[in-house]
Structure formats: C-alpha cells, structure tokens
C-alpha cells in the first residue's frame, strides 16, 4: 500500500519538473527593443534595457523568435541587469515553463 501512494505521489509531481525548460545564454531584449535588434541583440546597450524595463522583458532564440518572460521573469531580469557590469553583449540563462508565447520563469542569470 505504501509503495502505491509513493507511485501516485511520483506520477503527479514528475510531469511538472518534465516541463521545464532552459535556455542558454539567449539574449536579453525589452519588448520595446525586440524588432530592431533582433538582427543584432548583442549590440543593445543595458542603459537602454534598464530605460525600457517597464515595456517587459523576453528572450531571443536561436530561431530568431522573441519570447516574453512572465512578471517574475521581469522581475528577476530587472534585479540581475542592475547588478551587472556588462554595458552590452547582454544574455541570459533562463529556466521555466513556455505557455504560448511566454515563459513562466524560475529562474534567471546573466552568466559570466
């Protein structure tokens, strides 16, 4: 009986840690931003990224696809641009959840 709940336990909680995603050092770009500099992310200035904080945050893929982050991603993304010394060249690892065309972030690092 014990082994049964252990299995149902196991079944409801695996599919979730399943669904998580990351992407690796993709860059960072607000929405504000995101059409004219997909042709060349690594150019957009932290100034501007930190200016445009309140149009939201989202990466770019290695498709070229623009993929918001949900609040807490901005959030994350706003705390780690104010801590990082870079001016531009700015990417990201980010782990979560893509929904549609959002992902519901756990978490979010600018990389060394």
């Known amino acids: 009986m014990r082994m049964l709940r252990w299995m149902a336990v196991v079944a409801l909680v695996t599919p979730a840690v399943a669904m998580a995603e990351t ?5 960072l770009v607000d929405h504000m931003c995101a059409e004219k500099t997909k042709g060349n992310p690594d150019a957009h200035k932290t100034s501007c ?3 445009c904080a309140s149009s939201g945050y989202g990466i770019i893929t290695t498709g070229g696809t623009w993929i918001k982050l949900d609040d807490a991603g901005n959030q994350k993304a706003l ?3 104010k801590s990082t010394k870079k001016t ?7 782990t979560g959840e893509q929904k549609g065309d959002t992902i519901a972030v756990s978490s979010l690092a600018i990389p060394d």
């Open 23 to 27: 992407w690796e050092k993709v860059p």
């Open 49 to 51: 990224l930190l200016k």
């Open 79 to 81: 705390a780690a641009l």
């Open 88 to 94: 531009d060249h700015v990417r990201v690892n980010v």
